[in-house]
């Protein structure tokens, strides 16, 4: 009898620290980082998981959040989106007047990418590229059973800023007649 009392005790207490966890991640809004974001999602999934299983010792669910905290931390901040922009961005830095191609590929996750610069042009001061992407990523997301496959072709045009960043020019919406930028 006192041995489930303690237990119980012990349940309530975790499950309360839990909470206020969950709270504080909750109320840090855009300080919110991917990372965060993962490791979050990784130890909530793998938390479940152990509990589901009938894991009951409060350290070994302690050692399984963690363990799943860390795993979705990491898998979060190592994301191919990361690669594929870094080289979009310096293919983008050394593009010439022509057609020109980088690709990259993950052998260890299996994504890939391709960037294809078509024409460069400067527009006033500002050094404009014609490009098109192609992406081919499929997401390992920290949550059991979720995960997508990303597989497109894109076409735009980006204008680099004084400051060296790489801005999209927006284009006329041929059904909309709206002014429209793929990024948001």
Sequence with gaps: MIKEN?????????????????IGLSLQGCLATRSHIGAGLGATTTTVACVSVGIDNPYVIAMCTLGGAIAGADMMYQSDYDVHYGTFVDHMNVATS??????????????SGIIKTTSL?????FKCVDYDVTVDITNPWPVIGMGNIDRRTEFGTACQMPDGRWLEKPYKNPYTGEWVSRWK
């Design 6 to 22: 303690i237990i119980g005790i012990q349940q309530k207490r975790m499950l309360r620290t839990f909470a206020i966890v969950l």
């Design 121 to 125: 042009y400067y527009q006033g001061p």
């Design 98 to 111: 022509g057609s020109s191609y980088t690709n990259w590929h993950n052998r260890k996750t299996g994504n």
